[in-house]
């Protein structure tokens, strides 16, 4: 049995509040999310971070990355130049990384500073 934390919810060990999943990847709610809309990206299988991305990992990767614009606008990311998001992944120790399984955060939602309020009438 693995001890690996996104191993085990993606295995449904552990529960997520999931918000999409496939035969590759599953996408769940950040436990102590940073933004309205903070979600995790995670392979099913194994990868420890970025540093352990080849070639031959283009395939399922570019399908992740291929589908994160809906997964962000069908949770509350905004379309277009005033809406939009962010794609993080800390690789590493020094990067920052805190769970030794390639995630991916996708980051959005309204920003308090970009809130605009309406000319008056």
Partial sequence: MSTCLFC?????EIP???VFENEEMLVFHDINPAAPVHLLVIPKHHVT???DI???DAGW????????PKIAADNGCRPGPDGGFR???NSGADG???VGHLHFHIIGGPRPRA???APAA
């Fill in 61 to 68: 990767l570019g399908r992740m990355m291929a589908a994160i």
């Fill in 87 to 89: 794609v993080v992944a």
């Fill in 54 to 56: 080849t070639e031959a």
């Fill in 8 to 12: 085990k919810i993606a295995a449904g």
């Fill in 115 to 117: 809130q605009r309020v």
């Fill in 96 to 98: 920052g990384q805190e």
């Fill in 49 to 51: 971070s970025m540093q």
């Fill in 16 to 18: 997520s509040k999931k």
